[in-house]
């Protein structure tokens, strides 16, 4: 199974309103191969503030500078996509679940 990280700048500003969207093309792509144990992302790019995560399987997933996924972690059901703010640098870290 897979999950794909897309990274993201801050969401723009219009009228002091921030919109709920992500702007396109992403700043980076990439694909992780989740299995029963952890696997990290590479590093997020200089002006990555936001990933968008998308698994097909269930995962629980951990961010930072070195980290490693559990299944006590952050849990994501399969086939769904969510949105985090991350720092630069961070990476991101997944391992399956039920």
């Given at each position: 199974m897979a999950v794909y990280?897309?990274?993201?700048p801050l969401p723009r500003v219009f009228t002091g309103n921030p919109l709920p969207v992500v702007e396109l093309p992403p700043l980076a792509t990439q694909k992780?191969?989740?299995g029963a144990v952890s696997v990290q992302s590479a590093a997020f790019n200089?002006?990555?503030r936001m990933i968008g995560v998308h698994t097909d399987a269930i995962i629980s997933?951990?961010?930072g500078t070195n980290p490693t996924a559990t299944t006590s972690d952050k849990r994501m059901a399969?086939?769904?996509t969510e949105y985090?703010?991350?720092e630069a640098g961070q990476?991101?870290?997944v391992i399956?679940?039920?």
């Open positions: 990280v897309t990274e993201h992780l191969t989740n200089a002006a990555t997933i951990a961010v399969a086939s769904t985090f703010f991350v990476r991101l870290a399956n679940n039920t």
